[in-house]
């Protein structure tokens, strides 16, 4: 019976391509269901041989660990560099964005304050 591996919501392209080519480089089988029109499902990447499962979970753990390190490091440097993304240099790039995100906030927390102030008065 095929079983999950790896739920494709918030995976970035590169890391389920990596992934397609781990699974491939071991020959283990697999097959990927696509998103949903309605967001419902994000797809995922299934292993179909239950003798492969162990396999498959062990390869992902190591290649996740890989992942993770280079990712942590990337980041460093690019803190490091002074290139990392931060808050203001978003500000800076996208004012818009983030006054229109701020006043969305607003907005929805004045939404979630409305029944108790018209409960009180």
Same mark, same amino acid.
């Given at each position: 019976?095929s ?6 919501r918030?995976v970035p392209?590169?890391e389920?391509d990596?992934?397609?080519a781990m699974?491939d480089?071991h020959? #283990?089988a ?5 998103p949903?029109?309605?967001g #419902?499902?994000?797809?995922g #990447?299934?292993v ?7 396999q498959a979970k @062990?390869?992902?753990a ?7 390190? @280079?990712?942590r490091?990337?980041?460093?440097a690019?803190? @490091?560099?002074?290139?990392a993304?931060?808050?203001?240099t ?26 108790v ?5």
């Open positions: 019976m079983k999950l591996l790896l739920n494709l918030h392209d590169d389920a990596d992934v397609r699974l480089a020959r #283990i697999f097959y990927e269901t696509p949903s029109l309605w #419902i499902s994000a797809g #990447i299934f179909t041989e239950d003798d492969d499962i162990a @062990r390869l992902m190591d290649y996740q660990q890989e992942r993770q390190a @280079r990712v490091a990337e980041h460093a690019a803190v @490091r560099a002074g290139t993304q931060t808050f203001w978003v500000l800076r790039t996208e004012p818009v964005r983030v006054v229109l995100t701020v006043l969305a906030i607003l907005f929805l927390l004045g939404l979630v304050a409305l029944p102030l018209l409960l009180r008065g």
